[in-house]
């Protein structure tokens, strides 16, 4: 904790694995806005050390008649990084959104693509948890579940909530924690004590990073209506240079247009656009504290953690902390984690780590009650 402050932020946790024939384990956790996977290879008498990487969730085909896309892959799509690269020349989807034009194919590419990513160098597929939302479209849920045997040898699922307050336990157990995740698509809060949260202890709001985007994009027209953004661009600038108060800072972008480039402070623009997040988180917090059982308030008000894309923003900690005192809610503790995209994938590892051989699941995934 910082001290004589009651915004605080969690350490990495303590990994203590235990006997097993697969040296190989991960945490996965695949999300609107970008997939992250944490794993360790063990090696018998060395300290764990795991290792994390962040995709973005994105899917990248060719236009047809772009003769150059041999030179870019032998791969007919890219995933990740590289989509983004190629954002402004060849077709990106996002394999999640149930509304893109090439539906549950995206997905089973990405899904390809991912095993590729993991398993360079690697000799076969590793053992893994999987973290699962419980407010996912089913369908959606459902393809991931039986796509988890394409990049697992040996699959145990398991609630992204869960994940988040196992991560950062010291212990082996999750501790009590109010988990907000703020997403591309919604916010969604959850009380998590010991086990997945039921439908009574948990909110959705359908606002997220979108949201933000859209807002961005409807002030940048307004204020710069000479410069042409693509979207991905606009997401970049968002997450390169957003942040709410108290945090200040200077946002000056430059913009090449051909052979010229501009240069210009888009802080207002960024800080209005982000500002619009800010009522939503509040609402959520609110609402799943209200759900408290009699006299378990101070418990969770005390430990409440912002994880997600958006929990990264700078000031957004700080902004709910003095929202949520000013609603008269004094028992409140606004926590933040080191990197909040990848806390789940963490707890994930950290699981993965302490289940013994037995327990694991068969190749072909099941959900497991946890």
């Known amino acids: 904790m910082i001290p004589n402050s ?64 041999g030179a870019v892959s032998g791969s007919p799509f890219v995933i990740g990084d590289e989509a983004m690269r190629l954002r402004d020349r060849y077709r990106v989807v996002s394999p999640l959104d149930p509304r893109s034009p090439r539906g549950a194919q995206a997905l089973h590419e990405f899904i390809a693509g991912l095993r590729r990513e993991m398993g360079a160098g690697r000799f076969g597929k590793p053992w893994g948890v999987l973290a699962t939302s419980p407010d996912a479209e089913p369908r959606l849920a459902r393809e991931i579940e039986a796509l988890s045997g394409e990049i697992l040898d040996r699959v145990i699922l398991a609630d992204e909530p869960l994940l988040v307050a196992l991560g950062i336990s010291e212990g082996a157990a999750p501790r009590p924690a109010t988990v907000v995740d703020i997403g591309k698509t919604s916010i969604r809060a959850s009380l998590v004590d010991g086990c997945a949260p039921g439908r009574e202890a948990r909110i959705v709001i359908p606002v997220g990073g979108d949201s933000v985007d859209a807002e961005l994009r409807r002030l940048f027209s307004r204020e710069f209506p000479d410069m042409v953004v693509t979207g991905p661009t606009l997401t970049r600038l968002k997450e390169s240079l957003g942040f709410v108060r108290p945090a200040r800072r200077v ?120």
């Open 6 to 69: 009651p915004i605080g932020s969690f350490a990495v946790p303590v990994f203590r694995p235990v006997s097993s024939s697969c040296r190989w384990k991960v945490g996965i956790d695949i999300g609107q806005a970008s997939t992250v996977y944490q794993e360790v290879y063990a090696r018998p008498g060395l300290p764990v050390h795991p290792s994390s990487t962040v995709l973005p969730s994105l899917v990248a085909y060719p236009i047809p008649n772009k003769r150059e896309w």
């Open 251 to 370: 946002a000056r972008v430059r913009l090449a247009m051909g052979t010229a480039a501009r240069t210009f402070d888009a802080s207002e623009v960024l800080l209005e656009s982000c500002e619009a997040i800010v009522p939503p988180i509040l609402h959520a917090i609110r609402d799943v504290l209200g759900r408290c059982e009699p006299g378990r308030l101070t418990e969770f008000a005390s430990s409440i953690v912002l994880v997600g894309g958006g929990a990264a923003m700078p000031g957004i900690a700080e902004r709910m902390q003095k929202e949520l005192e000013g609603a008269g809610i004094r028992e409140a503790a606004v926590h933040s984690v080191r990197d909040p995209r990848s806390i789940a994938a963490l707890g994930a590892l950290k699981w993965a780590l302490s289940i013994p051989d037995g327990a694991w699941l068969d190749p072909v995934p099941r959900r497991r009650a946890v």
